[in-house]
């Protein structure tokens, strides 16, 4: 069953020492969503339990749950990343300054109807709703700015005193007021409450970096099933379909024509370990497809898990989930 799950931010959220990353997309993807989901399933279950769940998700028949990446909403308004196959001629430049889309937009597309992006309809930074969604954005998003970024501060505050503070960015995000953000994860029924667990434990765990000092907490929200406006969601996909989560294709998917005539976008990711002494350090860097990417065949059996360490010698590896989570697309238009 596919479920909604949706969250209120508490405060901001880290997003990293990348200032750009957060510009396009200031949620969590979906590998670190999947990073602080194995990290808080030990904390309540152990870590007997955690490896348990890591082997489900090695096999492709018993993969456990699937997830999107978090996405943002307003009222009964939810948005997805633009799809990279949508064009409109009319208004090409303008269509290219959007990142994001609204449910009812997305089904527009679907129906192959125009696409009219107005700038009456759009929220800043680059996102794009419904002409019937605009009484509740005005209602709810009166500054037409739904999040905003704060960067470049330097956080280490004994390496200033001590003299050898080095300048480096770091970028912090903060929501408007009315502004949530959700997933949607496809769950087997047998985990279905352990999930829901896990993410009441996150809402004060917090997701992300800069933990302990508030960042990426949130409150929970009682599970909803899919509203009308992402229905396409539990559409059947057996050709044409949308990226809703990172991705890292196998080499067979490759062979197959994956990329034949698709419209993709690769991200670079990386995660975090512990070496021999405890100490956190930076994996080797992965190359995962982006939310929003657009492709004509469906993948057979992907992998779920890539495990990454940052060397040989590593004792603990970092797990980045791949699963495409996928929503069905016009054929004719991509």
Avoid at 22 to 32: C, E, I, K, L, N
Avoid at 48 to 64: A, N, V
Avoid at 138 to 155: A, F, H, N, T, V
Avoid at 217 to 242: C, G, H, N, R
Wanted: proline share 6%.
């Amino acid at each position: 069953m596919k479920l909604l799950f949706r969250m209120k931010p508490q405060g901001a959220f880290y997003v990293g020492n990348d200032l750009f990353s957060a510009q396009s997309f200031p949620f969590s993807h979906s590998d670190t969503i999947f990073q602080a989901l194995l990290s808080a399933w030990e904390m309540l279950w152990g870590k007997k339990e955690k490896d348990q769940l890591i082997e489900c998700f090695h096999h492709p028949d018993t993969i456990p749950f699937i997830i999107t990446s978090c996405f943002p909403a307003i009222g009964d308004v939810y948005f997805l990343p633009k799809p990279l196959a949508m064009k409109e001629k009319e208004a090409k430049k303008k269509n290219n300054a959007f990142s994001w889309i609204s449910g009812n937009i997305y089904k527009e597309w679907l129906k192959g109807n125009r696409l009219d992006f107005s700038l009456e309809y759009c929220l800043s930074p680059g996102v794009y709703f419904h002409p019937s969604e605009k009484n509740t954005i005005e209602s709810l998003c009166p500054s037409q700015k739904i999040w905003s970024c704060d960067k470049g501060r330097m956080r280490n505050k004994t390496s200033i005193f001590g003299g050898v503070a080095k300048a480096y960015p770091a970028e912090q995000i903060y929501y408007s007021q009315n502004t949530d953000f959700y997933l949607v994860a496809e769950i087997q029924e047998a985990y279905s409450n352990k999930f829901q667990s896990i993410l009441r434990l996150l809402a004060e765990e917090g997701i992300g970096g800069k933990r302990s000092i508030g960042c990426g907490s949130y409150l929970y929200q009682d599970t909803m099933p899919i509203p009308e406006s992402l229905d396409f969601l539990e559409k059947p996909v057996s050709a044409s379909w949308v990226l809703l989560s990172l991705y890292f294709p196998q080499p067979k998917n490759i062979e197959d024509g994956l990329f034949h005539k698709a419209h993709w976008q690769i991200m670079e990711r990386q995660g975090w370990s512990k070496n021999n002494r405890g100490n956190s350090i930076h994996n080797k860097a992965i190359h995962l497809i982006q939310e929003g990417s657009c492709f004509f065949s469906v993948p057979e059996k992907a992998k779920a898990l890539v495990e990454v360490k940052s060397s040989s010698s590593s004792q603990n590896a970092c797990y980045h989930y791949v699963y495409p989570f996928k929503a069905v697309a016009p054929g004719a238009n991509l």
